[in-house]
């Protein structure tokens, strides 16, 4: 067409030929025929918008058609029926404006004709709709009646199904209830059993036992938590049932209480249980038979436990109470046989053997009875611990913890008291009696007592009172023992002598004259069996030696070392023929040895400063500046000076110095009354004495090069060799 009118092809910017095939296709693919000219929208510029979508247009894979052939076809159709050829689009396009002109305006006109119809079947619907509406309501009036009905309907057969089931409930529950009063309904010949039963024979003793598991059953039926249903607990009729068996449950534990605690009297009551034994030897108490007894009335105690734990309380204390006035009874007779064989002097060295015998036998007889006894009463620890994991609470828990403790403290601690008494009664007697009781009693507890032989032991409660009783025993022997080591030391220190009124200034010098006696009467009774016992005995007695001996020493107005070295002389000198016999007397022979041998150097420095003390202070003076200046400038320090040395040194020329020797070694003899002694004490001043004059020679000569010093050390102990 461009060919034709313009004579030339169209100028297409941007896209090709597959491009206008596309957008022809897919955005005006039928051109309207109203609007702009095909050629002019052919030939047309382009806006920017159709340029950018023609440039985003994607690119035909082929070309294709611009109509298809039937569109082809009905144009065709149209030019031919309208005489016009493929070029006369305008005629083409005026032409069918015209036609759609004529279309919609008939189409108007035949809308205008049908308008009376139209309202008259509006009308109509308009009625149609209002019968509905009055349907409607009507309904749902009808509908509400029926709702109602059928609410009622409901109710009714529901209180018809509720009364239904109440009646099948409460027949149910009748019955229920009659059968639960029939259990609980105790039978007249049980109540009568239970009152008034009596006890006098192992028959009737054994229908009271069956009347209480009776009687406890019932009971457990009542009890909290026993029912199916909670409600029945507190029916009335249930309670009334209830007070009833509680009441009759009172009665039936107070009548075996009373028989149980005069049952026990009359057992234990009795004069004593103590087995025959030959002459002078102790007879000794057995409660084998007692148990036996005792044990045929436990299943009595079990019943009356099931029916009132409470009631256990008084009973334990009450037995407690009257084993231990048998116990202390029992042990009264062993302790007179034991009093009266000690002063008859029946024996010799046997009294720690009865003793032992005593222990042996009492201590497993406590173990045993205490046992026992918690057995008995159902407070053995082991036992209770089982009932708690049931149906104990805490409250009862606690109440039997506080009466075991109780009910053991009231059986056996007059057995701990009895014990001591006797010992204090023997012991006043001989004293040293003491030390074997002492090693008896730590044998005991050790055998009784051990990790090995409590794990093994029946009643662990019964091993924590004899460990309690055995140390009480040994306490009190201990403090029997120092209290007469300390009566000894005491006496004796006060005991005179003949000695010369310079000697008697030594008061403790008198009780080492009794050391050695005292010494064999506690090694003869502690024998090599009871060594380690004397341990404590020899630390009292050297304690109260030592206290002696610090009295003296502050009587003392010359020499107050001397007299520490005298007494420690006399004390070694006492104790060394039976240092071989003894561990603890070496130990103590090596502790007053130590003493000793600082009481002599104390004494030998006091001597010697006698006789040396200008000169030894001079060279201690010096040693004492030493410290801050030179030795060279020691000579030329005020009262030092190499003139003050000479004046010194003057004075202790070779004989002033011989002669002193001589005197120091005439005093230190004269002051030891012991020659044995004078040697060892002399011996000890002439080291002190030459170790501190070669001392001072080194320091003078330090000081004073210059300067000679005589007597030299060499000479010095030459001097001392000859005294």
Known sequence: LCKEHYKKAPALKGFDEGDVFIWQREVVAVPSLGGQSFESELLGEETPGERASVALAPAPVAQQ????????????????RYGLDIGDAKAFEARLKKELAGLEAANVHEILGSVPEVNQLALRIGHSLNELEDIEAWLGTLNNLLRHMREDISAIENRNNRLEIQTKNNNLLLEEVTNLLERLTVPRELEERLRGGSFKTSRDVEKNLEAAAILSDMLGQVAPGAFDVEDQAQMKAVQEHKEDLEDLREVFVERCAAFLKNSHAKLLDKKHYLKEKPKRCLRLPVHSSLRQQLHDLVPLLDSIFDLDRKILVPLSINYAKLSNKLLIREFGLCASQFEKLMLSQALDDGFEDIYKTLLKVL???VVEDCAFMLA???????????????????????LQERTREDTIHIAFHDVE????????????????????????TMTIRNAYLGDEAASNADGRRGL???????????????????????????VLSKTGDSRSDKA?????????????????????????????VTKSAYSDLMEGIDAAIDAAVELAQKYPELVRVENYTGILHAIQGYVKRSEILENTYAQVRRK?????????????????APLLSYGSKIEMLLNSIPANEVQFQLS?????????????????????????????????????????????????LLRRYTKLEKVLKECYPQEDFSPSPTELKSMLDRS
């Open 376 to 398: 008995l009463f159902h407070l053995d620890p082991s036992i209770m611990d089982s009932e708690n994991s049931i149906d104990m609470d805490e409250e009862t828990q606690a």
């Open 363 to 365: 201590v497993p007889l």
């Open 596 to 612: 000793y041998d600082q009481a002599v150097e104390d004494y030998a420095e006091l001597v010697v400063n006698k006789f040396f």
């Open 640 to 688: 030092i000076s190499r003139q003050d040395y000479r004046k010194l040194t003057s004075q202790y020329s070779y004989d002033t110095v011989e002669k002193a020797v001589s005197k120091l070694h005439k005093k230190v003899a004269s002051h030891m009354s012991s020659v044995s002694f004078v040697s060892e004490l002399w011996e000890q001043c002439r080291e002190h």
């Open 417 to 440: 008291r009895a014990l001591v008494e006797a010992l204090d009664s023997i012991t006043s007697a001989e004293s040293l009696l003491a030390i074997p009781f002492i090693g008896v």
């Open 504 to 532: 008697k200034k030594i008061v403790a010098i008198p009780l080492i004259q009794h050391l050695p006696g005292l010494i064999e009467s506690i090694e003869r009774r502690a024998g090599s069996k009871y060594s380690h």
């Open 65 to 80: 058609a611009l109509l298809s052939e039937s569109e082809e076809n009905d144009i065709q159709f149209l030019l031919d």
């Open 464 to 490: 924590d009172v004899v460990q309690r009783i055995l140390n009480t025993c040994q306490s009190f022997l201990e403090k029997r023992l120092a209290e007469y080591m300390k009566e000894q030391v005491a």
